[in-house]
Structures are given as structure tokens and as C-alpha cells.
């Protein structure tokens, strides 16, 4: 699978099929997405609770460019569920191909993996978050589509929000929150993700869910003006990730990667397999977690 989607990738654009292949579409409007994601190993159709942009991250390696609000503002659910029935429907009745972004995509890319809670900024800011996740298990329940995964991304600042339990508590077991860890230290967190939020928060906020729960780690690690991450700090990740696991983490993977889409910020670059590869070594050697390259 991971072979056809870098052969995928590479056919669609050329080049090294590693780096900035993944570009999201927009089929019917703003408010749900398609793309072909590595991690998802194919066909992931996003439901974007922001695009208004707001987010309390400003990550180095973000793609979205463009002003982002200072409040986050409410999603509209009637119409973002209209959008994503339309677009499962594409999905569904394999119009997907006809698209000239999947012209050349293998059919087995092109079946859907995951509906993804995700966007333009942090989806757990979402006011009526509960309400967005709602309308997506209604749209799975009433069973015009085949039984699909729901994924949450999220940088998990909010995974303890009132608004946001009351939407998980909606997930299934087969349903998974994918939570972002990009940091050993509270200087690097800053340095990558541009926030004030204190790591042990995050920390916190993902053992909390995950004690309840397995959840997916997801850590993105870029190149910064040509550089990489310093040893230490990603011996203090993986310390991190051990801790977690030593207070009763469920974490069923972690998901080593880098920036996949080009950004605004040209100081920012993807970082060589090599490394990467590394990371991931570093991670199963030391905490005994299931880790994987994408």
C-alpha cells in the first residue's frame, strides 16, 4: 500500500514522491475535503471545522496560508453534513477518477479510509464541536454509505473540553483520535508549533483520553532553516512518549512523518527519510510502541 501511494504520487507529479505529494481538494465548496493520505493509506474525505482558519497553534510546517480569525467561529453543520453526504456519494460511485487530481491514482487509493474531523486550524476549537460530530455518525448510521472510520486530528489543547467530551463520547471503539506530539520540550514546542499552551497540558490532555481509550500519536518532524531536530530533543520526545506509556497510554501507534504539502514559510522543509527513520528506530527501541514512517 505505501508502495502505491509514493508510485501514486510520484506518476501524479514527479520527483521525490517523500515530499509535498498530498495536496487536499475541495470537490463541492469549502467545507469538506479529499486527499489521498499516506497515514490513512489511501482515500481520507475531511470534514473542515475551520475554515475559518482559527487555530492555537501557528505550526512552522502549516500549509494553510491566509489570515486566520482571532475567535473561533461556530461550523454550519446543515450545511458541511449536505457537503459530505455529496461527497461520499462522489466517493461511493466511484466519480472520485474522473476528477483530473485522481485521473491517475489506482483504484484501490481511491476507496474511502477514513472520514477525518479536521481543516483549517485546531477542529476541538469548534464552538458546536459535539454538534459536527453528531451529524457525522447520523450520516454513517443512516446507512447509505458503507460503515466508514471517523478520525479526529488534533494538536489535543482540547481534548478535555466540556464540548469536546461530549463529541467523543459519540465515537465508537473503531472510530480513533489521532493526537499531534511534535515535542520533547516545552522550547521546541514553541519553536515548531508557535503556541503559549504548556506541553505538560498536552501531555496531560492526551493521557487523560488515553487511559480511556488507545489513541494514535502523530508526530511531524520538519526541517527548520535547513536543520533538523537536535538529538537531545528527540531523545526528550521519546521519553515523553514512554512516560505516557508508563502512566497507562493507550497508544496503538505512533506516526513519524514530515511536512507532506508545500507552506508559506520558506524557512521550513521536509525532513530526509533517513531521519526519519531513525526517530521511528528510536521510538520502538525505547518505549516498546509500534512505530511507523510516513
Request: include cysteine; charged fraction near 20%; charge should be neutral.
Amino acid at each position: 500500500m505505501e508502495h502505491e501511494l509514493k508510485h501514486a504520487a510520484k506518476r501524479k507529479q514527479g520527483g521525490d514522491p517523500a515530499a509535498f505529494h498530498y495536496p487536499r481538494h475541495f470537490p463541492q465548496g469549502r467545507s469538506v475535503y479529499t486527499v489521498i493520505s499516506p497515514r490513512a493509506r489511501g482515500l481520507s474525505i475531511g470534514v473542515n471545522l475551520n475554515p475559518d482558519r482559527y487555530c492555537n497553534f501557528d505550526c512552522a510546517y502549516c500549509e494553510v496560508a491566509g489570515p486566520k480569525a482571532a475567535q473561533p467561529a461556530p461550523c454550519d453543520v446543515e450545511h458541511t453534513s449536505q457537503e459530505l453526504e455529496a461527497v461520499l456519494a462522489l466517493a461511493h460511485d466511484n466519480l472520485l477518477a474522473r476528477m483530473p487530481a485522481y485521473a491517475q491514482v489506482p483504484a484501490d487509493l481511491l476507496k474511502l479510509r477514513e472520514v477525518a474531523l479536521s481543516g483549517d486550524g485546531e477542529p476541538t476549537a469548534c464552538p458546536n464541536f459535539s454538534e459536527v460530530v453528531a451529524s457525522v455518525i447520523r450520516i454513517r448510521a443512516v446507512g447509505r454509505f458503507p460503515f466508514y472510520k471517523v478520525v479526529l486530528i488534533t494538536n489535543a489543547s482540547g481534548l478535555l473540553e466540556p464540548e469536546v467530551q461530549n463529541g467523543l463520547s459519540l465515537l465508537t471503539r473503531r472510530d480513533e483520535i489521532w493526537a499531534k506530539l511534535d515535542a520533547g520540550t516545552q522550547a521546541w514546542l514553541e519553536y515548531v508549533n508557535h503556541t503559549s499552551i504548556r506541553l505538560e497540558t498536552i501531555l496531560q490532555n492526551i493521557l487523560s483520553v488515553a487511559r480511556g481509550r488507545p489513541v494514535v500519536i502523530q508526530s511531524l518532524f520538519p526541517l527548520i532553516q535547513n536543520a533538523p531536530p537536535p538529538p537531545a530533543e528527540i531523545e526528550a520526545y521519546v521519553n515523553r512518549l514512554r512516560d505516557l506509556r508508563d502512566a497507562g497510554a493507550q497508544i496503538s501507534e505512533v506516526q513519524v512523518y514530515s511536512a507532506h504539502r508545500p507552506t508559506p514559510h520558506a524557512h521550513c522543509g521536509h525532513l530526509p527519510l533517513r531521519l526519519l527513520s531513525l526517530i521511528a528506530r528510536k521510538v520502538r527501541d525505547q518505549t516498546g510502541l509500534a512505530a511507523e514512517v510516513y
